[in-house]
């Protein structure tokens, strides 16, 4: 008799396991939200790799840790102008095969802004928001992105990887949603509203 898939009490699927976890602990905001999780899930669970292992797309679904870098005091966020996307994105990069998404943002994070990440008390170094993307450009694929939330002050980003991005700009939210879908990531006005609601309720908790 053959297995569906495998058994998540072998250590060697521990990670699996632990992504099946940070996937199933996110809250959906919205319909669309659910609906990802749930992809997201299936695709975990399958047994599929979920690590890219070549340059641009293979495999060709792979795992993405987002973080959304947010000056609480001044209530702005950063996005960075992604060259090769040609969007307004937050910063991130692709999960290495076996590394942890959390360390992942860390690696990331000082790559890409030269600082150390501070997970946002919001949501500690748990992601608040999954989507699944169909990127465009050279080398089509799909992206499964955790999206993390870091604490920094804006006037400690001095830097940042010009390499991959042109340019970085700090909006608050009413601007970031004010800016037209198709200049940002498809989920980024989404993401922004479900942030918004969790400050609230994290100010009121």
Partial sequence: MTSAGPSLTDPADQPRAHLLGLVGAIEPWDALERAHLNTATRWIAGGAPVYRVHKPDVPSTHLVSYFVV??????????????KAGLWLPPGGHVE??????????????????IEAVPSPITGELPLFLTVTRTRGEGVHTDV?????LHADADTITAYDRDEFDAIRWLTPGQLLEEPDDLLDPHMHRFTRKLEHARAASRLG
Wanted: glycine share 8%; net charge negative.
């Fill in 70 to 83: 947010l000056d609480d005091a001044r209530g702005q966020l950063l996005l960075v102008a992604h060259r």
């Fill in 97 to 114: 095969p076996g590394e942890d998404p959390w360390a992942a943002v860390v690696r990331e994070c000082r790559e890409e802004l030269g």
């Fill in 145 to 149: 992105s955790l999206w993390y939330v």
